[in-house]
């Protein structure tokens, strides 16, 4: 099973942690819900890499165990208008994916 963590302060997503594998698929096979979340937290983390900066985003993408956070919670408004709107995306997708997988991911929720 997946499991997905994202920590919120205020409401506005700080850091999406995800661990573990969907188990989706039969072993040596490809596991389109590991790939699912796996395109969802990457495209999230280089996305915010590209049009942020590098300073200003921590993060890890390996097999099992990637997150994402924003480190500097005093971005310029423009750059936390785009930090909300693509944590939030990624948010989103994720929750979708809980629903129509609910046996291969698992969501928590955590406000700070």
Not at 68 to 83: A, G, K
Not at 94 to 109: F, H, K, Q, S, W
């Amino acid at each position: 099973m997946i499991k997905i963590k994202i920590v919120k302060m205020k409401d506005i997503i700080q850091r999406v942690d995800v661990i573990g594998h969907a188990d989706y698929a039969a072993k040596g096979c490809p596991d389109l819900v590991c790939c699912a979340v796996s395109i969802t937290i990457q495209n999230a983390y280089y996305s915010l890499i590209e049009l942020i900066g590098a300073r200003d985003v921590k993060g890890i993408m390996e097999v099992g165990n990637s997150y994402v956070e924003v480190r500097d919670l005093n971005l310029p408004t423009f750059e936390q208008v785009i930090r909300y709107a693509i944590l939030k995306a990624c948010e989103i997708s994720l929750n979708m994916l809980a629903v129509e997988y609910p046996n291969n991911i698992m969501i928590e929720e955590v406000e700070l």
